[in-house]
DNA sequence: ACGATATGAATGAATG
DNA sequence: CATTCATTCATATCGT
């Protein structure tokens, strides 16, 4: 895995309009299934590490959504599972490697957030869009959301035995942002029109 | 086509392949997948036949890949995935094998494999007439499919931008909120953003 | 070398 | 949320 992109997926923000509803003359080429472009992707990434969105209400996934709609096709329930899946896989990950008792739900500390990470070319030196006001309420202690990027549980144990992991960073600002609207005018400002996939890819993997 | 199948590499047994301490420059991280050691795949095999373990959970897994280390390199995802693979392509094989006229069956090519795939609950294909219908029921065909209804991935949020005084979307739920509520309350709607309302279709959901 | 196959890995979609 | 299913991509390995 590591640099090669890849995975499956285009559908820039063409329309490609599967769903028609006609018919579609039997070519299987309607996926069924929702295939997130890169740039929806890394937008997803950055609500869900930098801005710390774990678990969108229905408005806030309507506004994600139709954020992300201008870089591909997506429905509501695409931003819904999308964050389920990221929000369990990262937790599953978790498990899997060693059963540390999570717990310590406690405050992090911003150490938690410098945690090293793995040794990787790419670290999360993601060019802050100058984010600033974040407003997310949904508290997600856990005192660990690993920031680490590339796909979940990927690097190997490093010493034979040994146990690993250094949990990354976090990000996540969970001001409770009561009543408050949603404030995700944050970096709001994605290339619109899309002049070129920077590919730089804050979080490298595909996703 | 019995079963040829299987058993290709060996990869010594012994030897942690590679991560070792003195890592040939190996420093990649899983470059390579995993592997699966002879005698890993036995011990695997044993657990999934003899044992019946299928889908273990977070300590079983710790408690196999701690096991299969001995015999190799491995992680704990190796396990997780080996298990939701063998069990899914084993799935898979005895459609093949069982829904199909045993004739034939001389050697078919992956791409016979489209012709089950059931249905989805859902459809996404018809568009809606952008009522607020709350309630739709589908057509359920399988013994056991759930019925769904609309739920709130797809609820419109009032205007982009705007004000949202009362109702709306306008999240606002506090961070301690359990369960969705969601609160909008079906207002009159618009389409927000994009004009262009392709197929929003109908939601599934679980209850 | 290549192509086919087996299978590891990833992740969207659901269900409970 | 936890679990599981379904799909698809990527690649190690083998047959020819």
Known sequence: ??????????????EDNNGGGKGSFLCRQTSTRWTPTADQV?????????????????????????????????EGKNVFYWFQNHKARERQKKIFTNEVPMQQR????????????????????????GAVTVGQRDFHGYGSVTMQEKTFWDCPVPAPGGSNIGAGGGSMMS??????????????????????????PLFPMHG
Chains 1, 2 share one sequence.
């Open 106 to 129: 406690t405050a992090w500390k911003p150490e938690d957030y410098y945690s090293y990470k793995y040794s990787n070319r790419f670290s999360s030196s993601f060019a802050n869009t």
């Open 42 to 74: 890394r937008i997803l990434k950055e609500l869900y590490y930098i801005k710390g969105v774990r678990s969108p209400n229905g408005a806030e996934i309507q506004q994600i959504s139709a954020r992300l709609r201008k870089y591909g096709k997506i």
């Open 1 to 14: 895995m590591e640099l090669q992109q890849q995975q499956h997926q285009q559908q820039q923000p063409d």
């Open 175 to 200: 001001n409770t942002n009561y009543g408050s609207g949603i404030s995700y005018t944050v970096f709001d400002q994605e290339q619109e029109a899309d002049a070129e996939i920077e590919t730089l």
